[in-house]
């Protein structure tokens, strides 16, 4: 835990006061700096074996093709501890310091990616799925009564085994694959043991159509889960691209989060999602990978496609409104044809300031947004007195650094180019 900030020069009277000998202090070089551990919010585990294929499908055909076939093969215990180790470790090297893992229908081999997540000190939340329909791979699904008993013995196992930083998280997989009957009993149990929800919700436009269809009586997707009681202050939902103004004050009301996958979002051709609406209508906000729908597993991917999704939202706006007003805007002398004021600014930019993601709220999302999203701000997410010391030791001249540092420059400009540029060469180490 972080015990206190103090300057070097105190540095004696510290080591008395706190006990610790000056010979074990480590100096950070002339270009390191330390930051908090990276949160993801959103990763499917099983899928890292076959992260960056099949991007060419949409969500519903991705999962029938490529996901529900490799998934069903976990209970293997086996192929699961192989493709778990190589998950947990690979996450950890690009500055994964926690991360939220849907796992597969298989309690034991849900079980195994705890264990190995227990193992390398990585703080986790792990999923067991629960899924009782599949119409799309049928063979890829539990009963009802199954997904229920074996949800309780996966978190009755957890609980026994009392890992530090590991914990059980009740995983409906989505709206489409649980019946009324899955999504009320997971709630129950979720509410009896005072557990972290996860699932997915308002992905793609046809995923929203199927659950409306799946439930008729119910007025939108988030009223599903609401009425289910799967939307409370420990509950993170990922995507929500077509969450209506109503939904996100639901989600406010209930202390919900959403877990932004700007990656997966994009590669599955699902949707945008409008970060400053969700930050202007107060809901708690992180950043996922989503892999395998994203193809990227380090949170930096995240952090840059956040702004860029942010930018490109902004400019189709900002197209349309160009082409709805332009005639009169130029005819009132307002702006030239460059979109430049005539007091000299350009409004663009001015605008873009404002309505854009910029770095430092997308550093935010990757940590301590995200631990706010799985309530565990308290614990980790920034380096204030009392939390844990979940963070990353980055090295700007790290060997074979993808990027260079020419002469001396600030540590916010340091960070920035880190942001941007680095990635796991320059992460010196993960503690």
Request: hydrophobic share 35%.
């Amino acid at each position: 835990k972080i015990l206190f900030f103090q300057e070097v020069r105190e540095q004696s009277r510290l080591a008395q006061k706190w006990g610790f000998d000056e010979s074990t202090i480590e100096v950070l070089g002339k270009n390191e700096f330390f930051m908090p551990g990276m949160v993801d919010t959103h990763i499917h585990a099983p899928q890292y074996s076959f992260i960056g294929t099949g991007m060419e499908r949409p969500l519903l055909e991705w999962l029938k093709h490529t996901t529900f076939p490799i998934e069903d093969t976990y209970a293997n215990l086996e192929t699961a501890s192989n493709v778990y180790n190589s998950v947990v470790k690979r996450t950890l090297k690009n500055g994964t310091t926690t991360a939220c893992y849907f796992a597969t229908i298989h309690t034991d081999a849900s079980i195994v990616l705890a264990d190995i997540a227990s193992q390398y000190g990585q703080r986790a939340f792990i999923g067991k799925v629960c899924m009782d329909s599949n119409n799309t791979y049928p063979k890829y699904k539990e009963t009802t009564e199954e997904s229920i008993r074996e949800t309780k013995r996966f978190v009755e196992v957890m609980k026994m085994k009392k890992y530090d930083r590991v914990k059980p998280i009740v995983t409906p997989r989505f709206a489409v694959t649980c019946s009324e009957k899955l999504l009320n009993e997971l709630g129950t149990l979720a509410e009896e043991h005072q557990l972290h929800i996860q699932s997915h919700i308002s992905e793609s436009i046809a995923e929203i159509e199927e659950v409306l269809n799946r439930f008729p009586g119910y007025k939108n997707y988030t009223d599903v889960y609401n009425r289910n009681k799967l939307l409370t202050d420990k509950t993170v939902m990922a995507h929500g691209c077509y969450l209506s103004n109503e939904e996100l004050l639901v989600f406010r009301e209930k202390g919900a989060a959403i877990s932004h996958c700007p990656n997966s979002n994009i590669s599955l051709c699902s949707g945008h999602l409008d970060v400053q609406n969700i930050l202007k209508h107060k809901v708690k906000l992180g950043l996922g990978t989503d892999v395998a729908g994203g193809y990227a597993i380090s949170l930096l991917d995240a952090i840059r496609k956040a702004i860029e999704t942010s930018k490109i939202l902004f400019m189709e706006r900002q197209k349309g409104q160009k082409e709805n007003n332009a005639i009169d805007t130029f005819q009132k002398g307002k702006m030239d044809t460059n979109w430049i004021n005539s007091n000299g600014k350009n409004s663009i930019m001015e605008m873009a300031a404002n309505h854009v993601l910029n770095i430092k709220e997308a550093f935010r999302l990757a940590t301590l947004g995200g631990s706010e999203a799985l309530s565990i701000d308290h614990i980790t997410g920034n380096f204030e007195v009392g939390k844990e010391f979940d963070a990353l030791l980055i090295d700007s001249e790290a060997i074979e650094s993808p990027f260079e540092v020419f002469s001396d420059i600030p540590v916010e400009e340091m960070i920035q180019r880190f942001l941007y540029l680095g990635d796991d060469r320059n992460i010196k180490a993960v503690y």
